[in-house]
């Protein structure tokens, strides 16, 4: 080494899936990820904004990235949602992350994901929201293939509370899927992203068709008046999937997705999957019927489905185990 040289710094950053302690370049820039020496895992050079320091990745989505993050005045793991750079300038995507904070923000229920702030540094904006990193219903579904009734029927109960306090605060969800119900360190789901919620009473029309195919209402594909029973249809198509490891509808186009959920009947779910409780069949499938009047008319009719599915299957079980 040449006087002219310096040595580079190096800094000691845990990895967060194994724990083992890695020694980093310094020279690395904030958010840059290298190889965990032990699990392979990302190892982040950890990035401050103001008293929240980012230190590891949790998911990424199209509008930004969300950190696990530890907030030093309070002393406590959050997650932070860093909206990418490049959407600084894009009026559509800081609509949606407004929106975003604001409708979670006026929202009090345990399996709604909590916003503590909402802030700027530069050109970046970024929300502090409660902790929920113990993996997604969809990397639930990808890792089982099949998620036992009991946990899809307790989500679909604790979902349907909290798409039902959003309802009395006015508010639809608008793109229930499995990946936005995420789990906190006590299994407690926890539903994220209102980045498309709007008023349930709105009259506004949308241009564009929002929501994920997969599991989208088919008065949505046909730009008829889009109501609560669209988020129930929804969220019944999640629960389908995570109780059958299959998606309501297959087809080789998303055009050809999205016309399913009008034209197509739906597969009994019981045909899918036989070990399911007929109450948890019957609940799903009428969730999830093509005419909106024909659901449940209200969140607490459908989660009494739920709730008395779910006696029945403990009440089987118990009986079983018994004999």
């Not at 990745?57 to 750079?85: C, H, N, Q, W």
């Not at 016309?259 to 779910?269: D, E, F, G, V, Y």
């Not at 070990?275 to 019957?282: A, C, K, S």
């Not at 009428?286 to 599915?309: C, G, H, N, V, W």
């Amino acid at each position: 080494m040449t006087d002219t040289e310096e040595k580079k710094p190096f800094r000691m950053v845990s990895c967060y899936e194994c724990g083992k302690k890695n020694f980093i370049s310094g020279d690395l820039k904030p958010l840059d990820l290298v190889a965990c020496g032990q699990c392979g895992g990302p190892v982040m050079m950890p990035r401050r904004l103001r008293h929240i320091e980012l230190r590891a990745p949790i998911a990424s989505g199209g509008m930004g990235t969300v950190y696990r993050a530890f907030d030093s005045t309070l002393e406590r793991y959050v997650a932070v949602k860093l909206m990418k750079p490049e959407l600084a300038e894009d009026s559509e995507a800081l609509e949606a992350f407004y929106r975003e904070a604001r409708a979670c923000a006026g929202l009090n229920h345990t399996n709604i994901i909590h916003i503590y702030s909402f802030d700027q540094e530069g050109d970046e904006r970024y929300l502090v929201m409660e902790i929920a990193d113990q993996g997604s219903l969809d990397s639930r579904i990808e890792k089982e293939k099949v998620v036992s009734e009991l946990d899809v029927l307790d989500v679909g109960i604790s979902v349907s509370s909290a798409l039902d306090k959003a309802l009395e605060h006015n508010l639809l969800h608008r793109d229930i899927k499995p990946g936005n119900i995420l789990f906190n360190d006590e299994g407690e789901p926890k539903l994220v992203d209102f980045g498309l919620a709007k008023k349930a009473d709105s009259e506004e029309e949308d241009s564009d068709l929002w929501g994920t195919p997969y599991y989208i209402a088919p008065e949505k594909v046909e730009r008829k008046k889009e109501t609560f029973l669209s988020d129930m249809y929804s969220l019944a198509g999640t629960m389908y999937h995570a109780l059958t490891g299959h998606v309501p509808f297959e087809a080789p186009t998303i055009e050809d997705i999205v016309a399913a959920h009008i034209h197509t009947p739906l597969t009994h779910i019981m045909d899918v999957n036989p070990n399911l409780t007929p109450q948890t069949g019957d609940a799903i499938m009428q969730a999830m019927s093509k005419r909106p009047e024909e659901r449940y008319k209200s969140y607490d009719e459908f989660i009494m489905a739920l709730t008395a599915a779910r006696s029945h299957l403990l009440v089987n079980f118990y009986n079983v185990t018994e004999s």
